[in-house]
């Protein structure tokens, strides 16, 4: 059974940060493209970033970029996000996402497997 379990959300001020985990378990992800995406209400879901989890190779938005990280903890499954600089304009529910893919691909529809999301909130 696959499984992608986001935490790490919350309430932040302006200019702080936040890191968001995606813990992984059911596939050989290895051989698996993961990826960040988030959507606020009433606008559609939005590549954040994304990792070929064999090789470490990244993409991420340009909306973001400089601002966000993505990493992972291969001994425990686990992908990450460390987001700096927020603003209220990052606020959105955050999804962890995987997929049986060669390159990091910026679209929602080909990835197969999704976590629940995880709320972030930017305000003063």
């Known amino acids: 059974q696959v499984q992608l379990v986001e935490s790490g959300g919350g309430l932040v001020q302006p200019g702080g940060s936040l890191r968001l985990s995606c813990a992984a378990s059911g596939l050989p992800f290895s051989s698996y493209v993961m990826a960040w995406f988030r959507q606020a209400p009433g606008k559609e879901r939005e590549f954040v970033a994304g990792m070929k989890w064999s090789s470490g190779s990244t993409s991420t938005a340009d909306s973001v970029k400089g601002r966000f990280t993505i990493s992972r903890d291969n001994a425990k499954n686990t992908v990450y996000l460390q987001m700096d600089s927020l603003t209220p304009g990052d606020s959105a529910v955050y999804y962890c996402?995987?997929?049986?893919?060669?390159?990091?691909?910026?679209?929602?529809?080909?990835?197969?497997?999704w976590g629940q999301g995880t709320q972030v909130t930017v305000s003063s």
């Open positions: 996402a995987a997929d049986r893919a060669t390159v990091v691909l910026a679209t929602a529809r080909w990835y197969d497997y």
